[in-house]
């Protein structure tokens, strides 16, 4: 089977954590960075975020999203670069193009899908923007698009400020839009011989998971539904962090039947009312209960409160850290890594699903504009041609 191959002009999260996912899957991810001009660091900035790892454009906060890919650098302002692009997307079979710069600048670097299908009929094109090519001026960064798509108001305590989700979920959930659209794509190419336009919009795919909020408003719904909830479930009731002896638990109540096992336990047997035995109920009393069950579990170890609760089937977790999570068990043998160059191995989050006879070490990424050379020469540009493209600011010199 032929190895996919995808071309991408790609920098922050959103594009390249899509683009990973291809990596995942054993493709070749060639990513494509903008030729420094010297108004500022070359390249993607998030290649310059967080701590040192081994050199100054491979940082931190760069490295997991961009394991097991190729960079090259190119000047897509001038006609040259823009020339370069084509030739590679035709000459290296590209599958799939992906972007996630604004949709004003597709035209003048050439990147746009009716350029880049000129050179190549059959190819897959995947942009990322905040708001869709309607909206072509708008930038958007994860946290913006959280305030606008209703996350921020939905998240941290009803008596405080709105609150920031604290994982970059729109960045995630638009990456996996390309992923899960070009996927599709492909399967319509496989019996059309066609390519496609994808476009993904930030705020859209956010909205998309508005999916217990949103349609409440035309059931004429309460305002405290479509807003800040803190710990609680806006609808299974109780649901919450508890406090135990030795720290905090979190405790999910999903029906009846697990409610009504939960208080034939001897520890919580006096909760148990007859207005508590629905949800309905159990929601109209919430403060009442969700008062009473902390002021039993503040008096029992965590350990005591897991028992009743794996006793009663009731789901239930620890609130875990990041490095906890890391050393869970259904976890820790799943979790990729890369290696540095000095041979540290890094340990990385586990792929979203497992893989039939998927890897889990991936190399470690490359630095700024590292592959442009071997990549235009396989894609049959001579030396010379190359050295021509270098004194012409068209690629690293």
Request: glycine share 8%; proline share 7%.
């Amino acid at each position: 089977m032929k190895r996919r191959t995808v071309l991408s002009l790609e920098q922050a999260l959103s594009m390249p954590y899509a683009t990973l996912r291809f990596v995942q899957l054993g493709w070749r991810v060639i990513r494509i960075e903008a030729l420094g001009a010297g108004k500022g660091l070359p390249g993607d900035p998030n290649r310059y975020i967080g701590k040192r790892v081994v050199d100054d454009d491979r940082r931190s906060y760069y490295v997991a999203p961009n394991v097991g890919k190729e960079a090259i650098a190119l000047n897509l302002k001038s006609e040259d670069g823009r020339q370069v692009l084509k030739r590679l997307v035709k000459e290296l079979d590209v599958d799939v193009f992906c972007c996630n710069t604004v949709p004003e600048r597709y035209n003048g670097l050439g990147i746009d899908y009716a350029t880049l299908s000129s050179a190549k009929p059959d190819l897959i094109w995947a942009g990322i923007s905040a708001l869709g090519p309607e909206y072509p001026d708008v930038p958007g960064y994860d946290p913006v698009v959280q305030a606008m798509a209703g996350y921020v108001e939905l998240t941290g305590d009803p008596n405080g400020t709105p609150v920031l989700c604290g994982v970059p979920v729109i960045d995630l959930k638009a990456g996996d839009e390309v992923y899960a659209n070009v996927m599709l794509a492909l399967a319509e190419r496989a019996e059309t011989g066609r390519g496609r336009e994808i476009n993904v919009s930030m705020l859209q795919a956010a909205a998309s998971w508005l999916i217990t909020t949103l349609p409440l408003i035309d059931f004429d719904c309460e305002p405290w539904e479509i807003t800040r909830a803190g710990n609680e479930h806006r609808k299974f009731v109780p649901t919450n962090v508890y406090p135990v002896r030795d720290g905090f638990l979190y405790m999910a109540i999903g029906s009846d039947v697990q409610w009504r096992r939960l208080v034939a336990r001897q520890h919580f047997a006096s909760l148990a009312t007859e207005e508590r035995l629905t949800n309905e109920g159990r929601i109209r009393d919430r403060k009442n209960l969700q008062r009473d069950i902390a002021a039993l579990t503040a008096k029992m170890s965590a350990e005591d409160v897991i028992a009743d609760l794996r006793a009663a089937g009731v789901p239930h977790s620890h609130i875990n850290g990041v490095a906890a999570v890391r050393n869970l068990e259904a976890l820790r043998n799943r979790l990729t890594s890369t290696t540095t160059p000095e041979g540290r191995r890094i340990r990385m989050q586990p792929m979203a699903v497992d893989l039939p006879g998927g890897v889990r070490e991936f190399p470690f990424p490359p630095k700024y504009g590292e592959h442009t050379r071997p990549v235009l020469r396989e894609a049959g540009f001579s030396d010379d041609e190359c050295r021509a493209l270098a004194a012409a600011g068209v690629i690293p010199g």
